[in-house]
């Protein structure tokens, strides 16, 4: 299996990251005109139809995909843009969302007795430092609440993602597929408790071409190409040689939220963004590193 992605294979894997980075740009506009719980019920409804008819069911117990489809359907992204609504501004999201990765940690600890190592928690001794920076400086990028919500939506990511890796090996593609159906009922449920039918159906009916083109990208462009072409690059090359751009989703979240919609970056938010993606950075890249200079350094000296 070859290591290093050939530039057109590093172009698909770069334009993976600009559609998911530049997603929560795209939610924050869509949010602010149609509600919340009902935008993620009809990313999820289109996420499944029709491509239902054409990716193959993974082999996996029904109550895995029910139970994947509802955490990371009502829960990850239904509180997420609930919290994108009017409580955390898009960058900030983008950035503190990736905490799911050492929620997704201690969750293998809690249930399998994973033992937690060294770098693990240094990662996670900086990432927390960024988000106290965050909690610091709540106030118009982000209230006490939205941080709040968004790192509950992180949570249930990472329930998710334990939920992924207790069915084996399998294609994303159709698991999120398959999986999306059962997001749809619990996120029409809550829209009628939350929103209430009548704010649905102007939501609906006053759906102008923006947000039409705001549910076809997140159904069609984030969630069909971006987990086909990962599962693609994935079944490929190395997982260390693919996952490491992952650390770009923030990157170009923060960056297309400054550009966009004039979110500022202020020092604070900057050194935030340092710690957690310094964290992200060791937890991700630590393992590899590790494997390959410690040989050299065991080596008797001639």
Not at 228 to 238: E, K, S
């Amino acid at each position: 299996m070859k290591t290093t992605l050939p530039p057109l294979h590093l172009f698909l894997a770069l334009a993976v990251m600009v559609v998911w980075g530049t997603n929560f740009v795209i939610i924050h506009f869509a949010v602010q005109h149609m509600p919340p719980l009902l935008m993620a019920a009809l990313r999820f409804s289109f996420a499944a139809f029709p491509a239902l008819l054409f990716v193959k069911r993974p082999k996996v117990p029904w109550r895995h995909l029910a139970a994947y489809g509802v955490f990371i359907g009502a829960g990850q992204f239904g509180i997420l843009f609930i919290a994108m609504k009017d409580q955390i501004a898009p960058g900030l999201v983008s950035l503190v969302v990736q905490s799911q990765v050492f929620f997704t940690i201690g969750l293998s600890m809690a249930l399998t007795h994973e033992k937690v190592r060294g770098f693990q928690v240094a990662a996670l001794g900086l990432a927390v430092a960024g988000l106290g920076v965050i909690l610091a400086h709540t106030g118009a990028d982000a209230t006490a609440l939205g941080l709040g919500l968004t790192l509950l939506a992180a949570l249930c990511w990472a329930i998710g993602n334990t939920i992924a890796r207790a069915s084996g090996p399998v294609n994303m593609l159709g698991y999120v597929v398959w999986s999306s159906p059962f997001a749809v009922p619990p996120l029409i449920v809550l829209s009628l408790v939350f929103d209430g039918w009548p704010a649905m159906l102007h939501g609906l009916t006053h759906a102008g071409a923006a947000i039409r083109a705001a549910v076809l990208w997140q159904s069609a462009g984030n969630t069909l190409f971006g987990y086909a072409a990962w599962a693609w690059l994935l079944a490929r090359y190395p997982t260390a040689s693919v996952t490491p751009l992952a650390l770009l989703v923030p990157v170009v979240g923060m960056a297309t939220a400054a550009v966009v919609v004039g979110e500022p970056l202020q020092a604070w938010k900057l050194a935030a963004a340092s710690l957690v993606m310094s964290g992200l950075a060791i937890n991700t890249l630590w393992p590899a590193i590790y494997r390959r200079f410690t040989p050299a350094l065991r080596t008797p000296a001639a």
